[in-house]
């Protein structure tokens, strides 16, 4: 059974930053995307960020391009998202997901959605207040 535990949320001013971590255990696939979602007070959950089990390709959506940056650690079985310039709009809870049928849409279109992910962590705020 896929487990994903997403840790590294909290307040932080506009500007700054912070890294969120999702352990992953589980896994009895090799080919897989994990990925960050976000979800604020009223809104639709929505992908932020992407990365590809085989090769390690990244994909980030289009509001944090240049902000974000999405890493592994194999060795942790652990996938990273490092926050930076974080802006009051980054402001939402934060999930890890795994999809086991993602990596070609992926490639395709560049974006995920929620309904393609079928493992999920439990959430992490982030919150951008000054």
């Known amino acids: 059974q896929v487990q994903l535990v997403e840790s590294g949320g909290g307040l932080v001013q506009p500007g700054g930053s912070l890294r969120l971590s999702c352990a992953a255990s589980?896994?009895?696939?090799?080919?897989?995307?994990i990925g960050w979602f976000r979800q604020a007070p009223g809104k639709e959950r929505e992908g932020v960020s992407w990365?590809?089990?085989?090769?390690?390709?990244?994909y980030y959506e289009d509001s944090v391009k240049g902000r974000f940056t999405i890493s592994r650690d194999n060795a942790k079985s652990t996938v990273y998202l490092q926050m930076n310039n974080l802006k009051p709009e980054d402001t939402a809870v934060y999930y890890c997901?795994?999809?086991?049928?993602?990596?070609?849409?992926?490639?395709?279109?560049?974006?995920?959605?929620?309904?393609?992910?079928?493992?999920w962590g439990q959430g992490t705020q982030v919150t951008v207040s000054s």
């Open positions: 589980g896994f009895k696939f090799n080919y897989y995307v």
């Open positions: 990365i590809c089990s085989d090769d390690g390709s990244t």
């Open positions: 997901a795994v999809s086991v049928l993602g990596l070609v849409k992926l490639r395709r279109v560049g974006v995920l959605s929620p309904g393609d992910c079928s493992s």
